[in-house]
């Protein structure tokens, strides 16, 4: 079973970046996510990436990160990666990263059910 740990997260102000890495032990999954959960509210996708050859990578973007964030794996390093820029104060959340097996890019979405989850990092932005 895969173990996932989750680092980066901090607290900043907003307009700045920050990046986020998971490592996967023993090895990352086809299907790697970042999701995030501010208090009170529901968790939601973030972020996908999948890879069959560790060479083409598939990505997708919920709506209110595209174009600020941008998802990204090392397959040596067994880590994947959120680059996270012009934080807003509503991208504060706990950021978790999600592990999924089997299936091809159709199925690396935020709707599949994923086998691991990390314990997560606090990311928080102020004006």
């Known amino acids: 079973q895969v173990q996932l740990v989750e680092s980066g997260g901090g607290s900043v102000q907003a307009g700045v970046s920050l990046r986020l890495s998971c490592v996967a032990s023993?090895?990352?999954?086809?299907?790697m996510a970042w999701f995030r959960q501010a208090p009170g509210k529901e968790r939601e996708g973030v972020a996908t990436?999948?890879?069959?050859?560790?060479?083409?990578?598939?990505?997708r973007y919920a709506d209110s990160v595209k174009g600020r964030f941008t998802i990204s794996r090392d397959n040596a390093k067994n880590t994947v990666y959120l680059q996270m820029n012009s934080l807003k104060p509503e991208d504060a959340a706990m950021y978790y990263c999600?592990?999924?097996?089997?299936?091809?890019?159709?199925?690396?979405?935020?709707?599949?059910?994923?086998?691991?989850w990390g314990q997560g990092t606090q990311v928080t932005v102020s004006l």
């Open positions: 990436i999948y890879t069959s050859d560790g060479r083409t990578f598939y990505t």
């Open positions: 023993p090895y990352s999954r086809t299907c």
């Open positions: 999600a592990a999924g097996v089997g299936g091809g890019y159709a199925t690396c979405s935020f709707q599949r059910e994923f086998e691991a």
